[in-house]
């Protein structure tokens, strides 16, 4: 799947190097109850969890930039990027899907963090949303939760389309914040039903 800068192609254990990059930033890993992953041996175990083979029902997908950006494009994206960044390397810059929750699919998402602020997310979760339309005609709503105070994953969400539905009050925990108990804010996608 293309985008105008981006490909998205399936999540497999060949980009564990990349997933962990991302995941190993405690900065960005920090909304998460699972936390950053210290070691590759604890990236591998929860990226295993989102796998296809593990998890039948998932729409996960790693997120690069185009091989075909135009030169002088992929300069001005790279110009700032720090030297370790994958943005240099057109290494994975991030990881987008859902799974299937009970009883609605569930979506996340994470950039590494020197990806951040250039629309890549939203770039990304508008095509996500079409291509999770067309595979999975079951359903007909995907859900997604962000702690209020993540005002990118909020902004995200809502330029995709997403309404909020329920506001969860410090019903879970994250240790290294403050404060640690947090809430929730619970958003809601629906098919477009086509014009009759
Ligand atoms: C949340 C996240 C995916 C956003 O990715 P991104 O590529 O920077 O998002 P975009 O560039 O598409 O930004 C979308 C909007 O959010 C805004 N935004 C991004 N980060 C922001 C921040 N920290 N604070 C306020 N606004 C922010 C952008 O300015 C943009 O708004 P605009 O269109 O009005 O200019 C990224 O910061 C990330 O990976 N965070 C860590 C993981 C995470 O929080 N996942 C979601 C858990 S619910």
Redesign the pocket.
Known sequence: MQTSRLELVRLSSGHLEGFHAIWSNPH?AR??SRGPCKTIEDSREWMSALLVENSPMAEKYAIFLRSDLPASELEEIQRDAPDDSPLRTCGMI?SMGSWSADPVPEL????HQS?????????ALSAFLQVFWANKPQFDTLE????PE????V??LV?CGFIEVERQSGNYELPWMTPPKRDLIRFRVTRKQPPN
Do not use: H, L, Q
Request: hydrophobic letters at 40%; a positive charge; charged letters at 20%.
């Open positions: 960005a909304w998460s991030g996340g998402y994470i950039f990806a951040w602020g250039r629309g890549f997310a939203t770039e997604a939760y962000s702690d993540n005002m990118g994953s902004k995200v330029k």
